[in-house]
């Protein structure tokens, strides 16, 4: 199971801009294929963005344009830079190991998450 710790989610108004972070705590982490997840109230999880371990990349129409995925393997760690930020994008933000990049799936239990407010 991949230990992975997610931070970087606020409080921002609409329009504004955050970077999440994604950081592992083994060397192994370059070989993973990561993905960013949201869960927005009332609504099920669902990925955001993914990233291979060759750095292809693949977004949802909703954060194409407005989100860019990055990986930083000497610092272990996963990035998602989020600009022009809706309300609708309020919510909790995981990371975890893809098993299925077509569909996005998820591999290991979540973990706590960041949470992102967007609001005037």
């Known amino acids: 199971q991949a230990q992975l710790v997610e931070s970087g989610g606020g409080l921002v108004q609409p329009g504004g801009s955050l970077r999440l972070s994604c950081k592992a705590s083994?060397?192994?982490?370059?070989?993973?294929?990561i993905g960013w997840y949201r869960q927005l109230p009332g609504n099920q999880r669902e990925w955001v963005a993914l990233?291979?371990?060759?750095?292809?990349?693949k977004y949802r129409d909703f954060a194409k344009g407005r989100f860019t995925i990055s990986r930083d393997d000497f610092r272990y760690s996963i990035n998602l830079q989020m600009t022009a930020l809706k309300l609708e994008d309020t919510g909790a933000y995981y990371c975890?190991?893809?098993?299925?990049?077509?569909?996005?799936?998820?591999?290991?239990?979540w973990g706590q998450g960041t949470q992102v407010t967007v609001s005037s």
């Open positions: 975890n190991r893809i098993v299925d990049w077509a569909r996005g799936t998820p591999y290991d239990p």
């Open positions: 083994e060397s192994t982490f370059n070989t993973y294929n």
């Open positions: 990233i291979s371990s060759g750095g292809d990349t």
